[in-house]
């Protein structure tokens, strides 16, 4: 049986990063960078819970964008591997480069 997302709601914050199709690769995406922006996003989360009745929290993660984030040439192998202590229900790290979305293990 297949699960199917009920709906998405989107962040006033929340940017949009068009894919330019130029990249300047300068090393791997290493595992601190998505610790930061796990510690970041996390800032806000009991906000979130307080003003939405969902049930789970998912983060995605975008990789791909106009900004920093297009700069890495490869994702480090312990980021795939390595657990993470992250209070949401799930993170995901969507690789527009290489079309893969990676679920974070916890």
């Known amino acids: 049986p297949h699960s199917y997302i009920k709906s998405i709601d989107k962040d006033i ?3 949009l990063h068009i894919y330019s199709n130029e ?4 090393g791997p ?13 996390e800032k806000n989360l009991k906000t979130y819970k307080l003003s939405s009745n969902a049930s ?5 993660l975008v ?9 890495y040439s490869h994702i480090e192998d312990s ?7 992250t ?3 799930k993170v995901f790290i969507i690789n527009f ?6 679920e974070l293990k916890k």
């Open 13 to 15: 914050h929340t940017g």
């Open 23 to 26: 990249v300047s690769p300068i």
């Open 29 to 41: 995406l290493r595992k601190e960078v998505i610790t930061r922006a796990l510690s970041d996003k």
């Open 56 to 60: 789970e929290f998912w983060l995605l």
């Open 63 to 71: 990789l791909g964008g106009l900004k920093d984030s297009s700069d």
């Open 79 to 85: 980021i795939i591997n390595d657990k993470f202590t």
């Open 87 to 89: 209070d949401f229900d």
């Open 97 to 102: 480069f290489e079309s893969k979305i990676i």
